[in-house]
């Protein structure tokens, strides 16, 4: 398992870097940010946190600068629709910035980086305001939000706006179990209960 490297830069391509490991003669291909991507040059020493990805199309590593940054890469991967080059890409705004986006919920912001349009941006939203625990929430100096109940055409207009079928809705709103009580809430599981 990948978890960590310390080398030097042997060369920078268009998304990734590839580093020797001291005392290794190999090279190993790191996905990191396009910030980083820019502000490194052959020969730099570095040293990143790994987070190893595996899908049906291959393995990727991708570095990252500390144990925060590494948890919120982990989050952003759970994210329907959102991939570790997608995730490397949001990485590039920061950490407290994406943490604050999540507190403000600025659609917007994360709408502005490749491959996120409104739909994912809303359900990154969703799952970092709702993934954290109390502890991560104040590890980051964050919030987060009191439950409050909700009304079900609340639920319809937020998911209709979307994208989402209305009738669709009203069907499996039906289902939501009695604990989920929060707007919040109620809209993350539709959204996961939609996508199978």
Same mark, same amino acid.
């Given at each position: 398992?990948w978890?960590?490297i310390?080398?030097s830069?042997?060369?920078?391509?268009s998304?990734?870097?590839?580093?020797r490991?001291?005392?290794?003669?190999?090279?190993?291909?790191?996905f990191?940010?396009?910030?980083e991507?820019? *502000?490194?040059?052959?020969?730099d020493a570095?040293?990143?946190?790994?987070y190893?990805?595996?899908?049906?199309?291959?393995?990727?590593?991708?570095?990252?600068?500390d144990?925060r940054?590494?948890?919120?890469f982990r989050?952003?991967l759970?994210?329907?629709g959102v991939?570790?080059?997608?995730?490397?890409?949001?990485?590039?705004?920061?950490?407290?910035?994406l943490?604050?986006?999540?507190e403000r919920?600025?659609?917007?912001?994360? *709408?502005?980086?490749?491959?996120?349009?409104?739909?994912?941006?809303?359900?990154?939203?969703?799952?970092?305001k709702?993934s954290?625990?109390l502890?991560?929430f104040?590890a980051a100096?964050?919030?987060?939000?009191?439950?409050?109940?909700?009304? *079900?055409?609340?639920?319809?207009?937020t998911?209709?706006?979307?994208g989402?079928d209305?009738?669709?809705?009203?069907?499996?709103?039906?289902?939501?179990?009695?604990d989920?009580?929060?707007?919040?809430?109620r809209?993350?599981?539709?959204?996961r209960?939609?996508?199978?």
């Amino acid at each position: 398992m990948w978890k960590h490297i310390f080398g030097s830069i042997l060369r920078v391509t268009s998304s990734s870097l590839v580093v020797r490991p001291e005392g290794i003669g190999l090279g190993i291909e790191v996905f990191v940010t396009p910030q980083e991507l820019v *502000s490194r040059s052959p020969g730099d020493a570095v040293e990143y946190l790994l987070y190893h990805h595996r899908t049906e199309a291959g393995e990727s590593l991708f570095g990252l600068p500390d144990e925060r940054a590494e948890i919120l890469f982990r989050q952003l991967l759970k994210v329907s629709g959102v991939g570790g080059k997608t995730a490397i890409l949001l990485m590039g705004l920061g950490t407290d910035t994406l943490l604050s986006a999540a507190e403000r919920a600025d659609e917007k912001l994360l *709408s502005s980086v490749p491959g996120v349009g409104k739909k994912t941006a809303i359900k990154i939203l969703l799952e970092l305001k709702n993934s954290f625990s109390l502890e991560a929430f104040e590890a980051a100096k964050i919030s987060p939000s009191q439950p409050t109940l909700d009304r *079900s055409d609340e639920l319809v207009s937020t998911l209709a706006g979307m994208g989402y079928d209305k009738t669709r809705i009203r069907e499996l709103s039906s289902k939501i179990p009695e604990d989920i009580v929060s707007l919040q809430d109620r809209v993350v599981w539709m959204i996961r209960e939609m996508a199978v």
